[in-house]
């Protein structure tokens, strides 16, 4: 990924017509990505640069919980 933030318009889109669970890959630069991939109903993400690079750690994405 270039951390240039997640593609939310086309992941959701594919999301809502696809009937499929949708995992999203690149892109991942903040928490805030994290959070948003999970509102528009992501199964999962794969979250690589972010945490190689230490802008995202394990434990603050331990930490999202339950938050939307």
Excluded: F, M, W
């Amino acid at each position: 990924g270039i951390s240039a933030g997640i593609n939310i318009a086309n992941t959701a889109e594919l999301v809502q017509k696809s009937g499929c669970l949708i995992i999203a890959s690149g892109g991942v630069r903040s928490k805030e990505d994290v959070l948003q991939a999970r509102r528009i109903g992501c199964a999962g993400l794969v979250i690589g640069r972010a945490l190689y690079e230490g802008t995202l750690s394990l434990k603050e994405l331990y930490h999202l919980g339950g938050e939307t």
